[in-house]
Structure formats: structure tokens, C-alpha cells
């Protein structure tokens, strides 16, 4: 049985995650890990006249309010995999998605590790390099961006 440990966050029910997810279930019998890191909402905001062209991000969300929407999103996204019929169980995890990936690893073991992310121009994950941060676990990582269900 080959095990993954999905990461994600605002990108859970993007299609691209679930044919991913789709196809390594298809491939062999497969179990699936989400890991959703708490990570605190960043929104854009634009000063009028200090700042007519770029945004600057500013979080809108607590820690705690973070993790309910993490928690929230976990739920909904093993149910909607269940219903495609993938094998799935998950937890949020900390803040920092490496920490929360390190967390899960020391816990069980997996196979590969699959990073789903909002598109480069938007994503705070990609913008910190974490697909290759994350090849320190030494593991395979597939990197999976998905622009339909960004920012739900």
C-alpha cells in the first residue's frame, strides 16, 4: 500500500488535487494524509494614495479562527475524496506548513508527499519555495497548483 501525505490549505477542492488523488488511487491500492496547516488568511489591501497599483497583504484571521477554517476545510475535503473513492483520514496541522509536514512524518511514514498550491502570482507557499523545502523529508514531492478554487 503506498501512502501519501497530502498538504494543503485554500486549495483542498481544487480539481487538480482530486485527479492527482485520483489517479495515484488508480494506479495502486493507496492511503492519503492531509495535512491542512493553520495558516491565517492573507488578504490584499490598497491605500489609495500611498499605493494605487499594488496590494499589501495583512492577515484577517486568528490562529484560532485559522484552525476552525482549517478543520472546516479537512472535513469537507476527505468527504468529497471518500467520494471518489480514496482512502483519506487527516489533521490540522501547525501554521507552518514544513512544521506541519514534519509533525505528520514523525507520526507515521509515507511514500511521497504531495503539495497543493494556489497559483504562483498568489501563493504565499510558492513565493517560500515549499515544494523544495519540503525535499529535506527526503522524499518524492509532487507539486500540484490549481487556479479554479483559489482563495475560496
Not at 95 to 124: C, K, M, Q, W, Y
Amino acid at each position: 500500500m503506498r501512502r501519501y501525505l497530502v498538504v494543503a490549505n485554500q486549495t483542498l477542492h481544487g480539481d487538480g488535487l482530486a485527479r492527482v488523488i485520483s489517479r495515484c488511487a488508480e494506479a495502486q491500492p493507496s492511503e492519503f494524509f492531509i495535512v491542512v496547516p493553520a495558516t491565517p488568511v492573507l488578504e490584499m489591501w490598497v491605500e489609495a494614495v500611498a499605493l494605487p497599483y499594488c496590494g499589501v497583504p495583512y492577515e484577517t484571521n486568528s490562529f484560532e479562527q485559522a484552525k476552525e477554517l482549517a478543520q472546516e476545510r479537512l472535513a469537507e475535503a476527505t468527504a468529497q475524496l471518500r467520494a471518489i473513492g480514496a482512502t483519506v483520514d487527516g489533521q490540522v496541522g501547525d501554521r507552518d506548513p514544513v512544521h506541519a509536514v514534519g509533525d505528520a512524518l514523525r507520526n507515521a511514514e509515507f511514500d511521497e508527499i504531495i503539495v497543493s498550491t494556489l497559483p504562483s502570482r498568489i501563493s504565499r507557499w510558492l513565493h517560500q519555495d515549499l515544494p523544495h523545502r519540503l525535499e529535506q523529508f527526503g522524499l518524492p514531492v509532487t507539486h500540484v497548483s490549481d487556479d479554479k478554487h483559489a482563495l475560496q
